[in-house]
């Protein structure tokens, strides 16, 4: 039933902290994506999970940014020492295997403004 | 490097109307072509997908139009309803070297439909 959940909807926090934020994949789904949706950037891959491995984490624009996936569910994106510029709206998306027609589901995203 | 660009940025059309969005990509390795729609509040939502192997995909009022040579795809709304009012994005995918189906998106188009 459930469709891919996130939390926290909304993250205010100061410059210099850290912050993590959760995604709960569709259940059965292999592969979670997350992106970031920013005014000035547009929709932007950050990392893919295969499992509990993460094949291709290209999209991640420092070393401020981390994620892990455990179990094969739920997946965690850490952003440390956070900047302004990381203001944006975390997406996360979930699809049945990595396919390139397997569809991706996504959240409703996390909000995070950066003070 | 923009990879995937967008036409028009807004649009405003009639209840009743034909919406038209169109999209450029210019990755050859891309192999997978969705359209998705999204509302404020909401994550993206797959409208409807297109595989380069044909040219048109037809799902209710929602099109796609595919030119492989042109490295163009474009989405048609047919009787343009006001609950179609949303943010629709294009993406695009394949040919990722971790695997996956690691989406690019373009930068989206604000669609009205007026009464």
């Known amino acids: 039933g459930a469709g891919v959940s996130q939390s926290p909807s909304n993250k205010v926090t100061e410059k210099g902290k850290d912050v993590e934020l959760r995604c709960d994949p569709i259940?059965?789904?292999?592969?979670l994506y997350w992106y970031r949706q920013s005014l000035g950037q547009g929709l932007e891959f950050l990392i893919y999970?295969?499992?509990?491995?993460?094949?291709?984490k290209s999209g991640l624009p420092s070393d401020r940014f981390s994620a892990e996936r455990t179990g094969g569910s739920v997946s965690t994106l850490t952003i440390q020492r956070t900047q302004q510029e990381d203001s944006a709206v975390y997406l996360c998306?979930?699809?049945?295997?990595?396919?390139?027609?397997?569809?991706?589901?996504f959240g409703p995203g996390t909000r995070l403004t950066v003070l | 490097q923009q990879q995937v660009k967008q036409s028009p940025q807004s649009l405003i059309v009639q209840k009743g109307g034909i919406s038209i969005i169109n999209c450029a990509y210019e990755?050859?390795?891309?192999?997978?072509f969705p359209w998705y729609q999204q509302f404020p509040g909401k994550g993206p939502a797959l409208l409807i997908a297109?595989?380069?192997?044909?040219s048109e995909k037809k799902e209710g009022r929602f099109t796609i139009s595919f030119n492989k040579s042109a490295k163009q795809f474009s989405l048609h709304i047919m009787d343009s309803q006001p609950g179609d009012s949303a943010t629709y994005f294009c993406?695009?995918?394949?040919?990722?070297?971790?695997?996956?189906?690691?989406?690019?998106f373009g930068t989206g188009t604000q669609l009205k439909v007026e009464l």
């Open positions: 993406a695009a995918s394949g040919g990722a070297p971790g695997g996956g189906n690691k989406l690019t």
């Open positions: 297109i595989r380069p192997d044909v």
């Open positions: 998306a979930s699809s049945f295997g990595g396919r390139g027609t397997d569809t991706q589901y």
């Open positions: 999970f295969q499992g509990n491995s993460a094949p291709d």
């Open positions: 259940s059965g789904h292999t592969a």
């Open positions: 990755n050859t390795a891309f192999d997978y």
